[in-house]
């Protein structure tokens, strides 16, 4: 079976400054990474995911992400927040099975 | 456009009634899935389909039903079973089912039962 864990639930950074949201995870396989992004009353849109192929991984909107295997870790970062990044981040891990497992989310506000 | 269409983006119904959300997709994907996302839970996987025909149970499949008689499209009915059906629910698709295939999701389903 396989777990996420995302630390705080509420992040809050100022337009500019560093974004840093934690995702852990539990996986008795290689597990598969991803986060996704969530603006208010809409679907989910992926950022990027880890498919063991390079522990630093690139996504959209100048997010990254590092996988760190030492530290079952999937940290999501973005060097300077603008306003439009507001919104709700989910970790997600798949394991032996096609079955995704979601962190329970981290609403990012950012203030100008 | 290629997509998942999700209908309708609001729905309310009486206690007791059963409700069918639309799920409908033409990314040519193999398997569908249903989500549940309750606010501080994240998403609970409903059911899912990996080929047409076919669907198992996710995590939290009590009070729900699904069918998938055509490859784009997977209904959701919830019905009077289910003890506490308001909810924000999500349609997702991919390739196939395989550990790399990224899911796409729907815009949701905003179901308040009255």
């Known amino acids: 079976a396989q777990s996420v864990t995302q630390l705080g639930s509420h992040v809050s950074v100022s337009e500019g400054a560093l974004v840093l949201l934690r995702c852990n995870y539990s996986s008795s396989v290689p597990p598969y990474l991803f986060w996704y992004v969530q603006y208010p009353n809409q679907g989910l849109q992926l950022l990027l995911k880890y498919t063991s192929a390079a522990t630093l991984v690139k996504g959209i909107n100048g997010f990254e992400a590092e996988f760190k295997k030492s530290e079952t870790s999937f940290h999501l970062t973005k060097p300077s927040a603008h306003m439009s990044d507001a919104a709700e981040y989910f970790c997600a891990v798949r394991g032996s099975n096609y079955k995704l497992t979601f962190g329970k989310g981290t609403l990012l506000t950012v203030n100008p | 456009d290629g997509g998942i269409t999700q209908s309708p983006k609001y729905l309310f119904r009486k206690e007791g009634q059963n409700v069918t959300l639309s799920c409908e997709q033409n990314?040519?994907?193999?398997?569908m899935y249903w989500y549940r996302q309750d606010p501080g839970q994240g998403l609970r996987l409903i059911y899912y389909?990996?080929?047409?025909?076919?669907?198992q149970k996710g995590d939290i499949a009590e009070g729900y039903s699904v069918s998938r008689e055509k490859k784009e499209s997977f209904p959701l009915t919830v019905t009077s079973a289910q003890k506490n059906p308001t909810a924000f629910y999500l349609c997702?698709?991919?390739?196939?089912?395989?550990?790399?295939?990224?899911?796409?999701f729907g815009p949701g389903t905003r179901l308040t039962v009255l």
């Open positions: 997702a698709s991919s390739i196939a089912s395989g550990s790399t295939d990224t899911q796409y």
């Open positions: 389909s990996q080929i047409v025909n076919d669907f």
């Open positions: 990314l040519n994907h193999d398997a």
